[in-house]
């Protein structure tokens, strides 16, 4: 393959695993910061956080794969963004260390104030990624991956993103949980409306997320060299079959509706 055409498939495969993660992984994240809403006592917020317990370190793998994917087909872009975005990266990535740690530990301990406590981690923690990611979009969204976003338009930027990623896990909830935190995921769509409309819209909405963001970016004049191209790209071709079987197991595992806590 010439070199232009390792640079498009480097390109798209950005842009599916990008969009693969703001799908599935602002799923959970979403269903996060709406926990306290979900479930209002300990037994409910155990349930909502099992609606998405199985799915949130595969999920994560996605934007793993899409770091990964940046740093090595992409490095002078990945230097910008990691330099220019640098305020933006670390609560990112900070609300993310939170909100995994809330999750693994929760049911690790005894105590109501424990559980709170750890409750508290995965909502703030969900909100601090969100929020971050659309600060970070808002800078993207113009192109400009070395300087960080400010004024009115990056808050409002930051604060529809988050609302998104807020009503795609409404969506997917709708879809996952039983009884009243059901009842309150459906809030989008009424009582007549069926439980996967609101994920419905909400998911390609997710997807023009991070495709617009890209769009704006001058990705093919930042591409490695085709050496490096040539070696990464074909090996992330064979690689992505492989992800793609495994998330469709793990969906297809825990596709039925939760109707009692797990382990957390």
Known sequence: MDTSTLETLAVGL?????????VLGGADIGTGMLAPYLGRGDGERRLVLTSFAPFFLGNEVWLVATAGLLIGCFPELEGELLSGQFAVVVPLLAGWVVRDAGLWLRGRAG????????????????WAVALAWGWLLAALFTGSADTTATGP??????????????????GFAAMRLTGDPYARARVLVGRGGRPWQTFALTGPLMVALPLSAGAALPLTESAADGTTLAFLVPALLVVTPLLLAVQAWTWHTFRHRVTRPSYI
Request: glycine share 14%; with cysteine.
């Open 153 to 170: 338009v990056a808050v409002l930027t930051a604060l529809a993103v988050a609302a998104l990623f807020a009503a795609h896990g409404l």
């Open 111 to 126: 105590g109501s104030w424990w559980r709170a406590g750890c409750d508290g981690a995965v909502v703030c923690g969900s």
């Open 14 to 22: 950005l842009a599916f695993f990008a969009a693969g993660y703001f």
